[in-house]
């Protein structure tokens, strides 16, 4: 962690600005349609299957938990499902319509992900890797940007306007004019989830948004993929905090060696023999105490 700023209290949880953003970014909600889906989704590396027909379905709303062992696939999904891997064979959808094979395109059809290795840019302040974000989504070309005109002055105002309030919303206004690199770790992945936020996303991926935080940072975390499900963003969590895991999602899927073993409400993939069996090859009693571990709180 960086000794650079020091660390004050974790700033309330998002409060009166979820009503405000959740205008601002104009998200249809409440339908419960199927959003994300993808059909049969195999990846091959070489002789690796790193994906084995993997079908899963995102509904408008949803919080998905994906959890499996390490080198189950699950970035690799994400990968999939965001356009940077085509998919061996399969299909993925987004409102029924084939995703674009394109990162770029993917952001602008309204997917935003997280990376497992956080991707800021370490010299640019918080508010500009907001603005890196939001700008995706901003019409300014370069040369109405060299020529500042008034519109071009209106959208900048907009952009800050809204990183400002991304950067409450994610508790980090305090750090808004500080470098990325300087802000304690856990304060890193939830700026990098503002500027996932910044491209008005209907559909957000998070690989693993709580590794290397401590117990209160994680729950500040879920409390704020809540507040994210609420302004109208579908969610799909990669973790292997079980318990996060549990007490989040609406529903879980269990990858192991590409292939989604268990799919079901958190207690029936907590209960499930298959999941115990399988889950991180542990030692059973290992296995009980982790998939249990959510039970206390
Ligand atoms: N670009 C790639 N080239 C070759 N193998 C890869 C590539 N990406 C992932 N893999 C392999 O695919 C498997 C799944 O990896 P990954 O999706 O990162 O797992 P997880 O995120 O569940 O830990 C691993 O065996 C990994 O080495
Ligand atoms: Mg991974």
Redesign the pocket.
Known sequence: MSESVEQPELEAPPGEVTAELAEDMQIATGTREPILESAGVSMV?GG?R?LNEVTFSLKEGEIIGLI?P???????FFNCLTGLYTPTSGSVTLRGAPMPQDPARVTEAGVARTFQNIRLFPSMTATENVLVGRHVRMKQGPVSSLLHGPRFRRSEAEAHDRAEKLLAFVGLTRFADELARNLPYGDQRRLEIARALATDPSVLLLDEPTAGMNAQETEATRQLIFAIRDLGVSVVVIEHDTKFIFTLCDRVLV?VQGELLVEGSPDEVRGDPRVVEAYLGAPPDEVEAQIHAGEES
């Not at 390490?70 to 690799?76: D, P, V």
């Open positions: 590396f690796l790193a499996g390490n080198g189950a696939g699950k970035t690799t990858l």
